[in-house]
């Protein structure tokens, strides 16, 4: 397996990016991180993907963590994140990809989708939902996205916190990096963006939808019905939660890898 890391340009603007190449090449697959997430959110589960033969791409959104804070007026509109993921795709030569997207990285996908539904040989929604929802919590720190800097709101609201978490060092260095515009804008996002299920169900691709049995973001019944929608294989992984790439990377990769070697 090689890892391969460098900087994109895409849009006009760099994005980060991170390819994992396997030895011996099966199928291509397009990460989609979630909200203030980064590509790191997935580098286990890239890398065993990679050992069964797999080319995953994985990138940071426009914005955040490592990849070009943008001057554009609709760089961070959900038109322009879809965008990324097709030209992100067509950059690299990747195959008619398995597209995934984890939690918001799911709206992204959708709208990847539509905008270019023939690139994708399947669709992953992980602990992801139909669209935004209105009822999200707005933690208090995330009032000040647009007026304070990250490394301040960072200090104020979730260092002490964060302090004991594994990943407290990622967790840090990719929120002082991001864009606080950007990630304000990706919060809304998640507060409005309309489902796209109906338009992709009726192109008949294959589609997965796969959560932790404890997931709290959107409710499972909800997208429980939106695998119902889709027609979709439904995999709900135990002892896992929202991020089941970080609490079972295994378990969550062998699910996956069995869905697309079925497509």
């Not at 965008?83 to 030569?93: A, M, N, P, T």
């Not at 200090?155 to 594994?166: A, L, V």
């Not at 008949?204 to 027609?231: C, F, R, T």
């Amino acid at each position: 397996m090689k890892t391969t890391a460098t900087q994109t340009i895409i849009q006009g603007e760099a994005l980060a990016t991170v390819l994992f190449e396997p030895d011996n090449h099966i199928a291509d697959v397009l990460l989609v991180h979630g909200f203030t997430g980064s590509k790191e959110d997935f580098t286990e589960i890239a890398e065993l993907m990679a050992k069964v033969g797999y080319r995953v791409l994985t990138f940071d959104h426009r914005g955040q963590h490592e990849s070009s804070h943008s001057k554009r007026a609709d760089a961070y509109s959900m038109e322009s994140l879809g965008r990324d993921v097709i030209e992100l795709s067509k950059s690299f030569g990747l195959e008619k990809p398995h597209l995934l997207g984890h939690s918001f990285g799911g709206l992204i996908a959708q709208e990847a989708f539509t905008q270019a539904p023939e690139m994708w040989r399947s669709i992953t929604l992980m602990c992801s939902g139909p669209g935004g929802k209105s009822d999200w919590d707005r933690p208090d720190a995330l009032s000040f996205l647009r007026t304070r800097s990250m490394e301040s709101i960072w200090n104020e609201f979730f260092d002490e916190e964060r302090k004991t978490h594994p990943r407290y060092a990622i967790h840090k260095k990719r929120w002082i990096a991001s864009d606080g515009i950007s990630t304000a804008t990706y919060r809304d996002h998640l507060e409005v963006y309309p489902s796209r299920i109906g338009e992709i169900a009726k192109t008949g691709i294959p589609a997965h939808v796969i959560y932790g049995e404890s997931d709290d973001a959107w409710p499972l019944a909800l997208q429980n019905q939106m695998a119902k929608d889709l027609n979709a294989t439904l995999t709900v992984l135990p002892g896992c939660g929202h991020c089941p790439n970080e609490d079972n990377p295994q378990l969550n990769t062998d699910a996956l890898v069995s869905f697309w070697k079925s497509v």
